[in-house]
């Protein structure tokens, strides 16, 4: 993870976190008659609306009319004289000398009037302390605060507002200087004081919950930290009107959480908020406009776009030079992050001369022990490592280390990050305990933070949290040494997938769960997906895209609010059953007998100054004989992915009928499966010699190949001379099935559906004629989902159902209600919907599609949004135009929500079934991940388009071998191996276009 967010940020992005500071430090007005406020209560009124600077001109006009009226040096002056200073400080002058000496000003009127301990005197200097601390004069502003809290404390009662703001100032310092553990007690007071006497949604509250919301975050509590600041986001949004600045900072805060949860997409839109708000409302050289530049470029930065990070870094610290002292830590991190960005430029004297000067001001300013000198560290250990200087960066990152470690405690994420780039540039036996203890620090923050996110907040994390794995798989690929692969495969074991293993609990324990409450929330989400589906379905549709945008938006965060509350009311279900890590020791225990399991890894080489190395596979493995455990080193992962693009698109290409165009194409396909077979499968197959089943755990591009339909010579194919070749979605698939496979005693059968039919018809005949097109299911074209699409019939899918239906009645011998078959107008999603949760197999002959990026209407969510919304399966009815036409496509969102934990087996009969997004460590994002999380025993899927007729073949060889007692592992080979015999006898094509396109994950037997 990089440097992704500075600790100092607090006195810039909430500068207004004093805002109702002047309401306490204000006398109660003079009384009056009734009518015209005073002038004093006019800026008041305005401080609270948060126009700042209208205030500041009223309360200058109220300070000139009581010198004139009262003289130079009364209590009445001192009164308007802070009203003035609060009101600067707000609207970005905490440097100003004459607001400062505004601000003293009042200190020694109040002292020579009232005496030095009285509680106004207190509130001047209180001001005073405000301005030192917020232009990062630490030193001059930590005693000015205790002194305040100390009259305070002897003055006034315990529970005064007074003493509850000056505990909140106090915290903010103290965080920010690094004493964390001392700054939480203040927060909690203060909070406490302010409940107790305003209520829990009073908009004082929020300078408060912002201040612990960001100590949260520095401390690695992610989720503590979004709720605290999610609760001020409410607030100011119920309370304060629109455009009030305090809006923009809570927002603000709010994207910083999201970047350190890996959700750069949700702080961006957060962030162009809160910054149009500032610029509106604040003035151009405000503190927190100056931060949310810098915010913005800090994104643009890990985006990869160094030169827009530069402009924006360069034009926040313009602003921040105009308010802040120049030896300011505020102004250390846009320093640091402009550091890294020259360095990512090649300009490496100016990455110096930033770089240096910021460790140095850290240094003097907050200490050498501070975390945010950590940070400066972290940064020179680049620059040195860049310029060859490796034991210099070492001595750096070791120095890092240890502040985190004091600072922040052993399990930190930044702890996790030290170690890690510690391990990077390590050598020795030593190298392989840093990773491990970083992967391990890092799978524990994930683990405790997905089981409260939604899935799409979950993901994003996943993928941005600090990590060893890496740093692991590259020192197992140079130095294969075999206590070294025993602990990276174990890493690898615990860590895959295990964003869908949560989701799958989580949809376990609701299911479980007999309370009302629950089952009312899970009512609602199903219902929010089903609408935000329609959405995605129906498209921009003539709309403004902006508007869409926002519409998607809006649905997107109701969803994904009823998905927080639904995890956080199965949290105590999991918390009470959760079960033990499932590690290589658990997944070699339960390898049956003379099984293999290879298990494939895409590890990036660890980051470096000059950017992310190139990227390579390795395959672990078991061998079927108890052997050591083995890596294998494989090619780059750039030529890997590359041969699989091109492999899938040969062998899934319509044949010629230009007989020698088609010979070139057959040759063509051969090349390119045997390349690829060369360097994915060729070098783990001596290590599964002599096993009976090969079990194979994908990762990256590699999810898309079917293993078996690699050639093995001229003329022959893996399915025919390996061993049967079982996909698994992770390794602890094996140790995770039951004792005992489910049943099959009951099958629903969905096929042919007639995209035509109207809603309300409930019975019609399967659809019958010549198929169109091709003859294909094959994937529809981008966009296949949106509403203008028109699904050609399947007449073989119609044939299908019913001939699955006749080799199961034949087989079973069953009673006729062990079998229901919807086709035509009735195979419709509601029926799917509400029946496929009673059937132990299921199987759906239909279209199917992924619709991938290009998919993304104008102004649309971005591909990761939710990509569970661009797979799905189309029902009867997809091809009306009305409304109800979004209601006949089922995205792989809406499939996760059922209950299949009875489904023994899910059989999607379509094309590309199997295909969807990659999400690194997590697997296939599509109705793949969709039936596993629905609970789903095994699916049965489709990794390229498929011939309707051959699918048909494919499928009842399907259902004859399984019914015929075959394995699943086993009938799905033996259905291949059918279905390329008899063309093959009939003197037709064996491309696998006709036979190999689909594959079974999950449960084996």
Known sequence: MSLRRPATRRGMALSCLGLLAVLAAASPASNTSPGEPSPAEQARALLKDGRYEEAAAIARMLLSREEERTGPETLEVAEAVDIVVEAERLAGKVKDAEVRALAQRAIRIREERLGPDHPDVSRSVNNYANLLAESGDYAGALPLYERVLAIQERKLAPDDLLIAKTLTNLANLVSDMGDYDGSFPLYERALRIKEQALGPDDPQLISTLIGLAILERLTGEYMEARRTCERAVRIAGEKLRPGHPRRGATLATLASIAVEMGDDDEARRLLEQALALQIKELPPEHADIAASYGDLANLRRDAGDQEAARALYEKSLALQTASLEPESAYLVPNLTSLGQVLLALGDTAGARERLERGLRIRETQLGPEHPDVADSLAALADLRRAEGDLPGARSLLERALSIREHALGPVHPQTAESLARLAGISDGPGAIDLAHRAETIGRGHLRAIARELPERQALRYAAARPSGLDVELRIVAERPVEASIRTAWDDLIRGRALVLDEMAARHRDVLASEDRETRELRRRLAAARTQEAALWVRGVEGQDPASYRRVLDQARDREERLERELAEQSLDFRRERHAADIGLAEVARALPPRSALVAYARAARPQSAAGPGAARYLAFVLGPSGEAPAVVNLEDADRIDRLVADWRSAVAAEPSRVPSTARNEVRQLQRTGADLRAVAWDPVAPRVRGARRVFIVPDGALHLVNFAALPSGPDRYLVETAPPLHHLSAESDLAGVAETPLGTDRLLVVGGPD???????????????????????????????????????????????????AVWSRRRSGAADDILSLQGAEATKDRFIRLAPRYQVVHVATHAYFAGEACIPPGGPGPLANPLLLSGLVFAGANRREDSSVEAILTAEELASLDLS???????????????????????????????????????????????????RWMSRLYERRLAGASTADAVRKASLDILEARRARGESDRPLYWGAFVAAGDWR
């Open 755 to 805: 995209f035509d039919a109207a809603r309300d018809l409930r019975t019609a005949a399967s659809t019958t004629g010549p198929p169109s097109g091709d003859g294909r299911r094959a994937a529809p074209p981008p966009c296949a989902a949106r509403r203008d699409r028109t699904y050609a019939p399947l007449p073989a899918a119609g044939r299908e159902a019913a001939e699955i239906g």
């Open 902 to 952: 009875r489904v023994s087996w899910l059989v999607l009969s379509g094309c590309e079934t199997g295909v969807g997004a990659i999400a690194p460590g997590e697997g296939v994002l599509g109705l793949r991940r969709a039936a596993q999380i629905a609970g789903a025993r095994t699916l049965i899927m489709s990794l390229w388009s498929t011939h309707d007729d051959a699918t048909r």
